[in-house]
């Protein structure tokens, strides 16, 4: 099948002035942009939508002591390079990121050398090239005795395939990994309905080892979940995958997957107690200790760090846990969704021919459009208005959500005023006997 590819566009002047986050702190749009060497639109789309991700930097720039010493960490390097040129203090120009550009396509040729070259490319397949030469790279690392975390983990998930026999109903499963997922149209035209659609049970032919029978239903569910939720959208098929579908897909700007989960208590993929605890904003110090163990950890269920993934839109109140541990208990603490962090968009009617463009959440909380060099404020809005049609990569992020001040008022309540009157009445019957 053919790939959607792109190409060098006409491009407007924009303004690339510095921009005030709403965190305060001052960026520098022009450093932000990446400069087009020769129809590399679909790189710098890309390497804006991965650099964004707080999580994914952060495994390659505190790990750099433990790759840098490597002559095979190629592609880290570059990553490392191109996050640093954008940053106030680097004393980078367009001239010098050119020159950073041009060493991560000769990176990315020493695993395909289609990226040496100056043709039209596309964005999915750099992105699936890319996550499988940084595992290699990290394999490598391991195979000469370096303790190191691959930042592709943060993306990485499993998923359970479970098929029961439709004549005894034995049930058997298998699991897969992955770091992304390709999501076909659905006639609703939302992501969700999107992601419903792919996760939908289906007939199947297969032969049970119990009765023999022939037949089977099959059902797909998150077995754990990532860190960072990479979306890819089927937006091209037809004779030869040539034909583009412009219709307009809604996605939200927050995500749960509660629904595809089922009923088992999935954890994230690769993250550890501590992780989690490092994900989370520092609120111990503002809650007593009785509201903490009480409420984290009610009698009798499990003490292990846990995440939160609950619908609070949904009618139905249902919940999904995250664990940290392979122990999936429900313990009901902190609240957790995925949000929005990029927006890879092809900008053109066929595979043939087109333009690729990003917008990011940045670290200062604001929205910028990243149109290769030219980098202009948006917001969250826009985002989701104008790139309905164009969408063909989505980038989703853990977030927590923590206990909004009304709960955690009533929570407090309870557990300062009223649990010591219900500890009297459970001791109060050993008193009488």
């Known amino acids: 099948m053919s790939l959607p590819r792109a190409s060098s566009a006409t491009r407007g002047s924009e303004e690339t002035q510095g921009a005030r986050g709403e965190r305060g702190a001052l960026v520098n749009m022009e450093l932000l942009g990446l400069p087009n060497i020769g129809n590399t639109c679909f790189l710098n789309a890309i390497l804006q939508c991965l650099l964004v991700l707080p999580s994914f930097l952060k495994k390659i720039l505190h790990q750099e002591q433990l790759w840098s010493s ?20 680097s004393g980078a120009n367009q001239a010098s990121k050119a020159d950073l550009m041009w060493k991560v396509k000769y990176s990315l040729s020493g695993y395909d050398l289609k990226y040496l070259g100056d043709t039209q490319q596309d964005a999915h397949e750099l992105l699936v090239n890319m996550l499988c ?5 990290g394999m490598i690392l391991k195979t000469l005795g370096v303790s190191y975390t691959c930042p592709v983990s943060q993306l990485e ?10 004549s005894c109903g034995r049930e058997s499963s298998t699991r897969e990994d992955y770091n992304h997922l390709s999501l076909d149209f659905s006639p609703e035209r939302t992501l969700q309905s999107s992601l419903a659609l792919t996760f939908k049970g289906e007939k199947v032919e297969f032969k049970c080892e119990g009765c023999k029978g022939l037949h089977a239903t099959k059902v797909e569910l998150f077995h754990t979940l990532p860190l960072v939720l990479v979306l890819h959208l089927k937006r091209f098929g037809g004779p030869g995958g040539l034909e583009k579908l412009e219709a307009p897909l809604l996605f939200p700007s927050e995500l749960r997957l509660s629904t595809l989960c089922g009923d088992m208590v999935p954890h994230l993929h690769s993250a550890s107690p501590q992780a989690l605890t490092n994900l989370a904003p520092s609120i111990q110090g503002s809650i007593p200790q009785t509201l903490t163990s009480q409420v984290s950890s009610p009698a009798g269920e499990a003490k292990d760090s846990t995440l939160c993934c609950s619908d609070s839109n949904d009618q139905e109140p249902e919940k999904v846990l995250l664990t940290a541990s392979v122990k999936q208990q429900p313990v009901k603490s902190v609240n957790g969704y995925y949000q929005l962090t990029g927006v890879v968009s092809h900008l053109g009617g066929s595979a043939n021919s087109g333009h690729y463009i990003s917008d990011i959440l940045h670290a200062s909380g604001n929205w910028f459009c990243c149109n290769d060099s030219q980098v202009s404020m948006s917001n969250e809005a826009t985002v989701l208005r104008t790139r309905a049609r164009s969408a063909y990569m989505l980038f989703y992020m853990f977030r927590y959500c923590l206990l909004s001040p009304s709960i955690f008022l009533c929570c407090y309540i309870c557990v300062r005023f009223l649990s010591p009157y219900r500890a009297r009445e459970r001791e109060a019957p050993a008193h009488r006997a």
């Open 70 to 89: 490597s002559p095979f960490s190629n592609l880290l390097r570059c990553l490392s390079d191109v996050y640093r040129s954008s940053l106030p203090d």
């Open 157 to 166: 998930f499993q998923l359970v395939s479970v098929r029961t026999c439709t």
């Open 133 to 137: 030469q940084l595992k290699e790279e």
